[in-house]
């Protein structure tokens, strides 16, 4: 079941490319957007996190937080982080348990395949762990625009 606002996120105990383990309860009293993204090193996921690193001053002067996850191991985040000089976290969630539990997997379709894999999508979570906002499905330059909207709305 998708989650709605004012839901209290689900726990999650990942990996980051830091090499620390972080955790849902680290979130609280803050405001964080989490965004669940297909893969590394693509030209949709890397025009997405350049765009939120390329307005995360802005994002953080607004109080908020920001947090990748992809079922990509840490190796490669490490990479693509380093790469791409991204100044926010990336959990690693080979597992899927993270975003399965956030209803960030489930059925794609490409040139007229069907598959399962990574639904890009975000979401706010505010500093009492619930849920603000919800982004189901968001193009990868969307993201920033919708998250900005939204807050001057708020």
């Known amino acids: 079941m998708a989650l709605q ?48 690193r390329d307005n995360f001053e802005e994002l953080q002067s607004k109080g908020i937080d920001v947090i990748g996850v992809s079922k990509d191991e840490l190796a490669s985040h490490e990479k693509f982080a380093s790469k791409n000089d991204l100044p926010f976290l990336i959990l690693s969630d080979p597992e899927k348990t993270m975003i399965s539990a956030y209803s960030a997997w489930g059925e794609q379709s ?9 639904i890009r999508s975000c979401l706010l979570i505010g500093p009492d762990l619930k849920i603000l906002a919800v982004w189901p499905k968001i193009q990868p330059l969307k993201t920033v625009p919708e998250v900005l909207a939204f807050l001057k709305k708020a």
């Open 5 to 52: 606002v004012g839901d209290l996120a689900p726990k999650f105990s990942l990996t980051g490319q830091d090499g620390k383990t972080h955790d849902l309860s680290q979130l609280k009293n803050k405001t964080t957007l989490v965004y669940f993204y297909p893969k590394d090193e693509t030209p949709g996921c890397t025009a997405q996190a350049c765009s939120i």
């Open 110 to 118: 490409m040139y007229g395949k069907k598959y399962m894999g990574t």
